[in-house]
């Protein structure tokens, strides 16, 4: 069975810093997607970037950027000059790709994230 | 475009109650999903639709959850008898599957349910 792991249950930044969340996983797959979503308070899972396993480019959209290492089953998430609406939960998923599976995200348990002014 | 809709976004019951939940889909995204999340934990799936047919309800209690997908957009979920356990928010989610891509899930607002 598939894993996702976030070992920091919590993080703060102050605001214009960097912060780097981490996200490991396991798997026996070859071909997958990863993803991480924020969660702010209103609940709305927002997604943040998309990884396919069989890119060696690293994902980045705008001040969000990853650090995928296949081999070490890493996935970490670094957000520069971080604002105060960057606070909230985040959480890192997984999900196979398969031509007839289960297309089912399995998450971690989420980092919360706050931002100091 | 308009997102995914839910509602109600809040709901609480007496315990032994039926309540229900509604998600109307991304217009055009033909798989949808209804997730569970409880309280400092990810989401966990609870059912997913391809179409109108729910091609994995593994994880779905069936003694007392149900759910349906009339004509392949919108969707009920229900519980009936909830129990106190059953606090907690329920996600749903829609994608739409690309010729021989993983689809990418968007997320309603949830709906949180309070039972007393």
């Known amino acids: 069975a598939q894993t996702v792991t976030q070992s920091q249950p919590e993080m703060s930044v102050q605001e214009a810093e960097t912060v780097t969340l981490s996200c490991t996983y396991d798997t026996s797959e070859s071909d997958y997607y990863l993803f991480w979503y924020k969660q702010p308070p209103s609940r709305q899972m927002i997604l943040v970037i998309r990884q396919e396993a069989y890119k060696q480019q690293n994902a980045t959209e705008n001040r969000f950027s990853v650090n995928f290492q296949k081999a070490a089953k890493s996935f970490s998430l670094k957000i520069s000059d971080s604002q105060l609406g960057d606070a909230a939960m985040y959480f890192c998923?997984?999900?196979?790709?398969?031509?007839?599976?289960?297309?089912?995200?399995?998450f971690g348990k989420g980092t919360k994230l706050s931002v100091i002014p | 475009e308009a997102g995914v809709v839910q509602s109600p976004r809040y709901k609480i019951i007496e315990k032994k109650q039926p309540v229900a939940f509604w998600c109307n889909p991304i217009s055009g995204h033909n798989t949808l999903y209804w997730y569970l999340q409880n309280l400092g934990q990810g989401p966990e799936l609870l059912i997913r639709?391809?179409?109108?047919?729910?091609?994995?309800d593994s994880q779905l209690p069936k003694d007392r959850f149900s759910a349906e997908r009339l004509k392949g957009v919108d969707s009920t979920l229900k519980i009936q008898p909830a129990e106190l356990g059953d606090s907690a928010v329920y996600l749903c989610?829609?994608?739409?599957?690309?010729?021989?891509?993983?689809?990418?899930?968007?997320f309603g607002p949830g709906t949180r349910l309070t039972v007393l």
């Open positions: 998923a997984y999900t196979p790709y398969s031509g007839a599976g289960s297309y089912q995200l399995t």
């Open positions: 639709y391809e179409n109108e047919e729910a091609v994995d």
């Open positions: 989610a829609s994608s739409h599957r690309t010729s021989g891509d993983t689809d990418t899930q968007y």
